[in-house]
């Protein structure tokens, strides 16, 4: 049964860095494309980061670009997302899921909340 659980979410100060985990059971981590969505409060889940599985190739969001890296440990079948310079506006739920937008997404986890303030 395919399932992504996220974790790694906390509280950090502006200009923080945090690492997220998604990990991936029921299938292997490189059979689909894996995404990085959020929500952030009275918005709409965005896409922020996806590796494709077919050649591994990677996309952001333009307001992530060059602070957040995503990766992916198949000997540990989990996706990473690497958030540098974190932001107020970074503020959101993220969430993992076997797609690169979120129109393709059939099943939402609980999402891990990163909370950006001082």
């Known amino acids: 049964q395919l399932q992504l659980v996220e974790s790694g979410g906390g509280l950090v100060q502006p200009g923080g860095s945090l690492i997220l985990s998604c990990a991936v059971s029921g299938f292997r981590s490189d059979y689909y494309n894996i995404g990085w969505f959020r929500q952030a409060p009275g918005k709409e889940r965005e896409g922020v980061s996806c590796?494709?599985?077919?050649?591994?190739?990677?996309s952001y969001a333009d307001s992530v670009k060059g602070r957040f890296r995503i990766s992916i440990d198949n000997a540990k079948n989990t996706v990473y997302l690497q958030m540098n310079s974190l932001q107020p506006e970074d503020t959101a739920i993220y969430y993992c899921?076997?797609?690169?937008?979120?129109?393709?997404?059939?099943?939402w986890g609980q999402g891990t909340q990163v909370t950006v303030s001082s």
């Open positions: 590796i494709r599985s077919s050649g591994g190739s990677t």
């Open positions: 899921a076997a797609a690169c937008t979120t129109n393709r997404v059939s099943y």
